[in-house]
């Protein structure tokens, strides 16, 4: 199953989408009026994702719209937390002139930062020094605390892509990377949110990209992260309880831009691509604040 956020005429929406190659998609608030309208409160909704397939497959011609006509929302417009992983491949550790870790930093996302697919990341008039991160997101489907190893894959609702678009230079005033992390309209989010049965289990040996203009910058494998999405859910359950909507930000590979000579930065006009293999391709061009 895949499903998507979106608004028309001012109203936010969900829809379900066919496969990874659909150019539109079912409705849900035609096809299904009696579901929320929100992915996350569908999500919290015991057989939410279910009763929203089962009314996508007998939807009417009349539910189907184009993606393209309608704007696209973060995938979880509204999650209680966005926990981000750093450093969590061992070959952006090194470009990064850092040692391999020992424990995974982490930090938190707010929700002013996110974008929808194919909505602008802004450049900040703070900075020029706007860098690109491939990174597969996790959303949590149900309240988890204390995983283990046995039962970690259960509380995941499905995966999509990120791109934890970061201000290096403010990242790096501070010995914590929040304040880099947190520019709005800097961290795209989406297309869709595609349920566990339809990659292999913690979304391991899938490839992940990102493209600049079209040119391959990031090229690696969810096989190499130093800590899998098992060994994430664990660690972080170790310390607080994730709740149904909250999403985990896996952290990205070698290739970033502020690791080149000379460094590459996104700048207005550019485009910039996240994919992940099986999950989707999230496109997002850049703009200069206004």
């Known amino acids: 199953m895949r499903f998507l956020s979106f608004e028309a005429h001012g109203q936010a929406g969900i829809g379900w989408v066919k496969d990874i190659h659909a150019t539109d998609f079912v409705n849900l608030t035609l096809a299904a009026p009696e579901l929320p309208r929100n992915l996350k409160d569908l999500i919290c909704t015991p057989g939410g994702l279910a009763a929203a397939n089962a009314a996508a497959l007998k939807a009417p011609a009349s539910a189907v719209q184009a993606m393209a006509s309608v704007t696209m929302l973060p995938l979880i417009p509204n999650p209680g937390k966005i926990v981000c992983m750093g450093l969590n491949y061992a070959d952006h550790a090194k470009e990064g002139g850092n040692a391999r870790p020992e424990y995974p930093s982490f930090f938190l996302r707010g929700n002013s930062s996110m974008v929808g697919h194919n909505q602008a990341i802004v450049r900040p008039k703070a900075s020029t020094?706007?860098?690109?991160?491939?990174?597969?997101?996790?959303?949590?489907?149900?309240?988890?605390?204390?995983?283990?190893?046995?039962?970690?894959?259960?509380?995941?609702?499905?995966?999509?892509?990120?791109?934890?678009?970061?201000?290096?230079?403010?990242?790096?005033?501070?010995?914590?990377?929040?304040?880099?992390?947190?520019?709005?309209?800097?961290?795209?989010?989406?297309?869709?949110?595609?349920?566990?049965?339809?990659?292999?289990?913690?979304?391991?040996?899938?490839?992940?990209?990102?493209?600049?203009?079209?040119?391959?910058?990031?090229?690696?494998?969810?096989?190499?992260?130093?800590?899998?999405?098992?060994?994430?859910?664990?660690?972080?359950?170790?310390?607080?309880?994730?709740?149904?909507?909250?999403?985990?930000?896996?952290?990205?590979?070698?290739?970033?831009?502020?690791?080149?000579?000379?460094?590459?930065?996104?700048?207005?006009?550019?485009?910039?691509?996240?994919?992940?293999?099986?999950?989707g391709i999230l496109s997002n061009p850049i703009v200069d604040e206004r």
């Open 129 to 279: 020094q706007l860098d690109y991160e491939a990174e597969l997101a996790v959303i949590i489907g149900k309240q988890a605390r204390h995983l283990s190893a046995e039962n970690a894959l259960d509380c995941i609702a499905g995966y999509s892509c990120f791109n934890d678009g970061s201000i290096r230079n403010y990242q790096r005033k501070s010995s914590q990377w929040t304040i880099g992390k947190n520019f709005d309209a800097t961290g795209p989010f989406g297309p869709c949110l595609v349920t566990p049965d339809e990659l292999p289990p913690g979304a391991a040996g899938l490839r992940i990209q990102s493209r600049l203009n079209g040119k391959v910058m990031q090229d690696a494998n969810t096989d190499v992260f130093l800590w899998n999405v098992v060994e994430a859910l664990r660690i972080i359950t170790e310390c607080m309880t994730l709740e149904p909507g909250d999403v985990i930000i896996t952290g990205t590979p070698a290739g970033v831009g502020y690791a080149r000579t000379p460094p590459v930065w996104m700048a207005p006009g550019d485009i910039c691509e996240i994919e992940v293999e099986g999950v």
